[in-house]
């Protein structure tokens, strides 16, 4: 990448309301001395005329792959050389299905296809079209590429709605583009996260489970490998693609997700960010319970306390773990944190619309002498502030705006 001074911001604009607002975005970008080019979709020119970019960017604006005008200055393939960061913003459900599907069928999708920049977007759409399984599934997939999603915001949104996949606001994704720099403060450092549940066997065909569905894991893997360090990613039972750069170990039960852990040495930071059963059946069956019309009772064993034995090493790395509570959050996260030797803690609250199997969440940071609370966001950006926090703590400079 240039030098600050000289960053070259490619930024992709998407049909939506939102589009008005990545004319702020252009604004503040160029205001800060960096060089922009914009690239419209079809779509997007019927909510913001290209010539309100040109005039806010100084440069013209590109909106059709195939100009023959254009292509003889600088075709598709030099744009796509050209940027040092990439940024789609407003980022559409429709934009972000095609990106997933690896599809090239207009400029803007076919840049994100052909450059090497970093790629962001900032996603902006209903709130049901963002919690939607596909829409979910799609980020799951660009998360998985490296492509780092800004956003969305929870609010008041133009549907007259309320909710999360409201656009990120422009002065805060002009604040994380250009506080970007080459350095990443987690090289050469290892960190190893658990995410997802466990599954405890009954019988061949039954287990014990819970509702984790390793989101919270998956994004702090990907940001840790996003920061430059080292990742393994110790997962329980899920769907979720492995996130770019991240050596991932599937496990099924707790005592087989301890083995995993207790094999890696030399930790730096350890996330148990997993939803380990607390208890296991003590003698599953080799064979099928048969239904009988009676009551069962089935005798349960304690689990083994995979972070309480990480914070208990003779050279123990930084510790953070998770709290899912219904009530009195704050005193039991912090007895816990305190129970554990844990470092850090984080904590939410769960409920019919909060907590486990959600795209977001909100989240109250604890740690010896300070606090944070999070409020309602996706998991991929409370991953990244979880991350500038656990770097405040341990002294360890964050890319993190000031």
């Keep these: 990448m240039n030098d600050s001074s000289s960053q070259r911001i490619l930024v992709g604009v998407s049909g939506g309301i939102a589009a008005y607002k990545a004319v702020v975005l252009v604004r503040h970008l160029v205001e800060a001395g960096r060089d922009v080019r914009v690239v419209m979709t079809e779509a997007a020119t019927r ?33 796509a050389r ?9 980022a559409s459900a429709d934009l972000m299905a095609r990106l997933a599907a690896g599809m090239a069928d207009d400029l803007l999708t076919t840049l994100c296809l052909a450059t090497e920049a970093p790629v962001h977007l ?32 929870a609010g008041a949104q133009a549907c007259g709605e309320t909710g999360a996949g409201r656009m990120m606001e422009p002065e805060a994704i002009a604040a994380a583009l250009l506080a970007e720099r080459p350095a990443r403060e987690l090289a050469g450092q290892r960190v ?18 819970n509702r984790s569905s390793g989101r ?24 979720l693609p492995t996130p770019v750069g991240v050596t991932r170990v599937d496990v099924e039960t707790a005592e087989q997700m301890q083995t995993a852990v207790e094999v890696i040495e030399d930790l730096d930071v350890f ?16 064979s099928k319970l048969k239904k009988s019309g009676e009551s069962m009772t089935l005798e349960l064993v304690p689990n083994p306390d995979i972070i309480r034995e990480v914070a208990a090493r003779a050279d123990r790395p930084f510790v953070i773990g998770f709290a899912a509570e219904t009530d009195h959050l704050r005193a039991h996260a912090a007895a816990k944190r305190e129970a ?16 486990f199997d959600r795209p977001d969440n909100a989240l109250l940071l604890l740690w010896g002498g300070g606090e944070r609370e999070l409020p309602q966001a996706d998991k991929r950006r409370l991953a990244a502030e979880i991350f500038d926090t656990c770097q405040q703590i341990r002294g360890i400079e964050t890319n993190a705006p000031s």
């Design 47 to 79: 909510f913001v005329a290209p010539l309100t970019f040109q005039a806010v960017s100084g440069q013209p604006v590109r909106t059709t792959l195939l100009d023959a005008e254009a292509e003889s200055g600088m075709d598709h393939i030099a744009l």
């Design 122 to 153: 900032a996603p902006a759409m209903n709130r049901q079209m963002w919690a939607h399984p596909a829409t979910q599934a799609n980020c799951e997939t660009l998360l998985a590429r490296g492509v780092t999603l800004l956003g969305p915001d």
């Design 192 to 209: 190893v996260i658990t995410a997802g549940g466990t599954r405890e066997s009954i019988d061949p065909v039954r287990f014990i489970a």
């Design 271 to 286: 996330i148990g960010a997993a939803a380990v059963a607390d208890y296991r059946v003590a003698a599953p069956t080799t």
């Design 82 to 90: 050209w940027a040092d960061t990439v940024i789609v913003a407003p």
């Design 216 to 239: 919270m894991g998956f994004a702090l893997a990907a940001e840790a490998a996003r920061r430059g360090a080292t990742v393994t990613l110790i997962a329980g039972p899920s769907i």
């Design 340 to 355: 554990k030797g844990m470092d850090l803690i984080c904590a939410n609250e769960v409920g019919a619309d909060k907590g």
